[in-house]
């Protein structure tokens, strides 16, 4: 029975820690890259 407890808590902490990991709001979206100014052309 703790063996199983404890197998189970582990797993449950390390996917709440991926989770919390993939729901990041820094990594949401990628940065848009720059567009070149047309006045420089």
Do not use: C, E, I, Y
Request: glycine share 2%; charged share 20%.
């Amino acid at each position: 029975m703790v063996d199983l407890f404890a197998l189970g808590l582990t797993h449950a902490l390390l996917a709440l820690a991926a989770l919390r990991l993939v729901m990041r709001a820094d990594l949401d979206p990628d940065p848009q890259p720059k567009q070149p100014d047309s006045a420089n052309d």
